[in-house]
Nanobody, 121 residues
Framework: QVQLVESGGGLVQPGGSMRLSCTVSGSIFGLYVMAWYRQAPERQRELVASITRAGREKYADSGKNRFTISIDNAKSTAHLQMDNLKPEDTAVYYC???????????????WGQGTEVTVSS
């Protein structure tokens, strides 16, 4: 059984920084992509950033030059460093992993439970 456990999140002032972490545990045959999504109230879930196991990064325009995603393959952990946070970054942030749990299984999406980030003075 695969689990994604997120940490970080909370309240931060505008202009501040926050680091989110996500660790994948359980049966992992191959971990291929990790990503962070977010969902603000009454809005659709949107991609924030993603990274492949080879380290190829992708960012939504909203986070370019402010957010940095990284991956520690040995620990099956991804981090999202968020700097210069703005009130519009307020949302529930979800970790996502694309992985195969066994040699015989296909690649599936797994999600964390979400962690709330509030940017407010």
């Amino acid at each position: 059984q695969v689990q994604l456990v997120e940490s970080g999140g909370g309240l931060v002032q505008p202009g501040g920084s926050m680091r989110l972490s996500c660790t994948v545990s359980g049966s992992i045959f191959g971990l291929y992509v990790m990503a962070w999504y977010r969902q603000a109230p009454e809005r659709q879930r949107e991609l924030v950033a993603s990274i492949t196991r080879a380290g190829r990064e992708k960012y939504a325009d909203s986070g370019k030059n402010r957010f940095t995603i990284s991956i520690d393959n040995a620990k099956s952990t991804a981090h999202l460093q968020m700097d210069n946070l703005k009130p519009e970054d307020t949302a529930v942030y979800y970790c996502n992993a694309e992985l195969a749990s066994s040699y015989y299984s296909g690649v599936s999406d797994y999600w964390g439970q979400g962690t709330e980030v509030t940017v407010s003075s």
